[in-house]
């Protein structure tokens, strides 16, 4: 990447910069919106995609506001963080996604908390939730997280290890896979994350024609603030949206 290219990636846009200053209710009203219209030009219907509100570093005063103006799912990236949240906010009825980097002595908590994990990357991850889950008398929802970019630095099973990974993983018998999660590179690039999106999306058909029991392959998880639209074109069932809707975190 140029520096000119990072230089320009990361400079809020005017819009950014006006969203920041509305209200929780507003900022919301505006991407469920934005979701309607990009699924709906593009002949989706818009109830097959769901917004994840991303509230990590969100306080829980914050969320409240939220899941009071209609946020149904939230997503988190720190188990500790969102341990704490989960138990303020325990009366909302509400779905609780784990999207970060999971390390497996957290699964034990992982597995208590949170009702799809999109993060899983690794066989051995998966094998500790499996028996984590198992000790709880729960099957846990998971989505296989693909390093579809090949970045050193991003997290995520290998592209052309997903198929044979995803066959691991469907074996274990307190996991249900339910779909792929991706990262791309270009934040705010809608137009370069596109071939990042439609690369995972091809996945999903070739693991799909697989028939792997325990696999449904339904979700795909893809799609941020700045690049969600895109996503819903290329076909993401869950966009995990954060500062479009809670503003710039800090
Ligand atoms: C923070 C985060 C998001 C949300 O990013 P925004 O640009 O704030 O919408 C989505 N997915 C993951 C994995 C994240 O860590």
Redo the contacts with the bound molecule.
Sequence with gaps: MHFLEIYITTQPNPKDIETMTQSIPTRLEKVNERIRAAALACGRDPETVKLIA?S?TVPADRVLAAIQAGVTDL?E?YVQEAAEKIETLSKETVSWHF??HLQSNKAKYAVKLFDLI??VDSVKLAKELDKRSGNVGKVQNILVQVNISGEKTKSGVETDLAIEIVREIASLNNLSVCGLMT?PPY?NAPEKVRPYFRALKALQEIILKKCIPNVSMAELSMG???DFETAIQEGATLV?????IFGQ?A
């Design positions: 991303v990590k997503g990236n999207i970060g999109h993060s990262m934040f941020m603030s700045g995990r949206v954060g500062t479009a975190r």
